[in-house]
């Protein structure tokens, strides 16, 4: 069994920062592909940052490009998103999310394993 837990998520002014964090209770951590997804009010959840193949492969949306960094920690079984830049739009539920290794794309289908995500409001 592996539990995810969010942290880090608050209240931010546009153009502010934060930093997420994601522990998880796995000893296999390090097999584990690693991502980070969001869900705004009135939308579907949709995929934000991740690892494919380990640290292999890094994947951002586009809408976070050159704003967000995903990072990962294998000694403390934690990884980060670090937000700049953030914007109104980035107001969200943020969810950890874990998968086996692989080098394919990222879908959702294929995340076993979710946070109780944290909340991220950016005001204008």
């Known amino acids: 069994q592996v539990q995810l837990v969010e942290s880090g998520g608050g209240l931010v002014q546009a153009g502010g920062s934060l930093r997420l964090s994601c522990a998880a209770s796995s000893r296999t951590f390090s097999t584990l592909d690693m991502g980070w997804f969001r869900q705004a009010p009135g939308k579907e959840r949709e995929f934000v940052a991740g690892f494919a193949g380990g640290v292999l492969t890094l994947y951002y949306a586009d809408s976070v490009k050159g704003r967000f960094t995903i990072s990962r920690d294998n000694a403390k079984n934690t990884i980060y998103l670090q937000m700049n830049s953030l914007k109104p739009e980035d107001t969200a539920v943020y969810y950890c999310?874990?998968?086996?290794?692989?080098?394919?794309?990222?879908?959702?289908?294929?995340?076993?394993?979710w946070g109780q995500g944290t909340q991220v409001t950016v005001s204008s």
């Open positions: 999310a874990a998968r086996s290794q692989r080098t394919g794309p990222i879908r959702q289908s294929d995340y076993d394993y």
